[in-house]
């Protein structure tokens, strides 16, 4: 192997990238710096691995927003069918369930990550584990052409804390892969942010994404109503408007309708204060059936009685009721079913960054190059989560880190052949 390659962050843009690089008889060396490998990868198919989704990609490729002229032409290359077909490759047969998303066959990941490191291992990947990027890194031995940095090739530097101490490495090029900053026990923990503004290279923001929100419930309803999911349910908010569910929790509101309207949540409560989305708790029935419906005679029933037996309604739907209408309302038919139709619930922040699924912001395209090189970091590449991206779940997130490492990757390549 006449190349060699570091590359830092054992997640899978890393994985795929040190992939494409021994297969091209580039010497990859993989470091991370907890005791194993995919640590969050392991954790995102804790309830099911969605690999990818099996919708057309044209539309497929509108879920990665104003990020889409970037995302787009890596996943031309390297997209949902190809990815498909690479796990097929690994033994680990995938389906397609009800939604579209795409999973494994007995919803693991861990089978698909032992089976993956070993064909690393078996073409000659090395791990080096409990390996921590301590921020420094250097491109050595350069010759400029001028002030053209990209026509030069060379070397780089990089220093680990290691358990037995400081360690200094050094590659033809390397990778960054450190995933964004949330989920930081698992070793995404952001830090690589102020290392590389301090090298100069611009990083926008890291800010919660796919997350939960805060609300100010009252006492009683956090008491009696934490845990509690809302289903069926249409969650409206600006140009977003989509049937699922949630959960209610001691803290605020979680689960997969929240977090696919997320960044547009977010976005608005860091430009006004807050957001208001708004449910509709009975999609399947009108307006005017809710109010002939209630307007039957209650007779000794309680409210919350008449409620479910008429409409059915029940438990923590009927608590957002109390919580948000005015007592006097629930006299008034009219507006007790247009509250029904469209119950307002005012959000106040998202939940902490470490609590979110993803994270968006990271290294701007602006600081990169065609090949996800840093401009000013010759012979540095960036992929996965650190990039300024970022999509909802369903499969996208995934797909995006895993073709971006094996774009990296092509960008090394094509940087290596300057020499």
């Not at 964004?180 to 611009?202: E, F, I, N, R, Y």
Request: glycine share 12%; proline share 4%.
């Amino acid at each position: 192997m006449n190349h060699s390659a570091i590359i830092i962050g054992g997640g899978p843009a890393g994985l795929m990238a040190a992939e494409v690089l021994i297969g091209h008889g580039v010497k990859a060396d993989v470091y991370d710096a907890m005791s194993s490998l995919g640590r969050k990868f392991l954790i995102a198919g804790r309830g099911g691995l969605n690999l990818t989704h099996s919708e057309p990609f044209e539309q497929f490729v509108t879920r990665y927003g104003n990020r889409r002229d970037k995302i787009e032409p890596m996943l031309r290359l390297f997209g949902p069918n190809q990815l498909i077909e690479w796990a097929h490759g690994l033994g680990v047969e995938t389906f397609v369930g009800t939604s579209g998303r795409v999973f494994p066959v007995g919803m693991k990941s861990s089978p698909l990550l032992r089976a993956w490191l070993k064909r690393l291992d078996e073409a000659g990947v090395t791990f080096h584990l409990r390996h921590k990027w301590n921020g420094s890194i250097r491109p050595v031995g350069l010759v400029k052409d001028g002030d053209n940095l990209n026509s030069t090739y060379g070397t780089v530097e990089v220093d680990f804390e290691t358990l037995e101490g400081g360690k200094t490495v050094h590659a033809d090029v390397v990778v960054l892969a450190l995933g964004g900053g949330s989920w930081a026990k698992l070793g995404s923990d952001g830090a690589w942010v102020k290392w590389l503004d301090q090298a100069g290279v611009k990083v926008a923001a890291l800010k919660p994404s796919n997350c939960g929100f805060d609300v100010a419930w009252s006492p009683h309803f956090k008491e009696k109503f934490d845990g509690q999911p809302l289903k069926s349910v249409v969650l409206s908010f600006g140009t977003f408007q989509h049937q699922g569910e949630f959960i209610v929790t001691k803290d605020g509101v979680q689960g997969s309708l929240v977090y696919a309207a997320s960044a547009l949540i977010r976005d608005e409560i860091e430009a006004k204060g807050r957001a208001v989305i708004a449910l509709d708790m009975s999609p399947d029935r009108s307006h005017e059936w809710l109010v002939e419906k209630l307007s039957k005679p209650r007779g000794s029933r309680s409210m919350a009685s008449h409620l479910e037996k008429t409409v059915g309604l029940k438990g923590v739907k009927v608590g957002l009721l109390h919580e948000f209408m005015p007592k006097e309302d629930f006299s008034n038919i009219e507006k007790l079913a247009a509250f029904i139709k469209q119950m307002p619930i005012p959000l106040i922040a998202p939940r902490p960054l470490d609590e979110a699924i993803s994270s968006a912001g990271g290294v701007t395209f602006e600081s990169l190059d065609e090949n996800l090189m840093i401009r000013n970091l010759p012979g540095v590449f960036c992929a996965g989560e650190m990039l300024d991206w970022e999509a909802q779940t369903g499969g996208y997130l995934l797909t995006a880190c895993f073709t971006s490492g094996r774009a990296a990757a092509a960008g090394m390549l094509k940087w290596m052949k300057t020499e």
